[in-house]
């Protein structure tokens, strides 16, 4: 079965971290750039972050640049998103989505169900 699944979400307090994971089965990662997309209660999705499937291409949002930063390991199958210096702004379910090509096209060919990232004293 071709799924991601994401995982370490939670509740953290402001200035808190938190490492969201996301792991793929049924397909190999190292093909796709892999992109992490966030929805906050009654917003649009957004954009957070991309990285190639070299890892040699990086892009972030502007919310998250500087606080975010996004790797990979191919031989995990696992793409991970450090998240430091969490405001109450990030809270928002958190996606994983492969990509349809090796760079970050924008085009999106099989996504995860989300982790719940809670930012909160």
């Known amino acids: 079965q071709l799924q991601l699944v994401e995982s370490g979400g939670g509740l953290v307090q402001p200035g808190g971290s938190l490492r969201l994971s996301c792991a793929a089965s049924?397909?190999?990662?190292?093909?796709?750039?892999i992109h992490w997309f966030r929805q906050a209660p009654g917003k649009e999705r957004e954009g957070v972050s991309c990285?190639?499937?070299?890892?040699?291409?990086?892009n972030y949002a502007d919310s998250v640049k500087g606080r975010f930063t996004i790797s990979r390991d191919n031989a995990k199958k696992t793409v991970y998103l450090q998240m430091n210096s969490l405001k109450p702004e990030d809270t928002a379910v958190y996606y994983c989505?492969?990509?349809?090509?090796?760079?970050?096209?924008?085009?999106?060919?099989?996504w995860g169900k989300g982790a719940l990232v809670t930012v909160s004293s």
């Open positions: 990285i190639s499937s070299s890892s040699i291409s990086r």
């Open positions: 049924g397909f190999t990662l190292d093909y796709y750039a």
């Open positions: 989505a492969a990509d349809r090509e090796y760079y970050c096209s924008g085009r999106m060919k099989y």
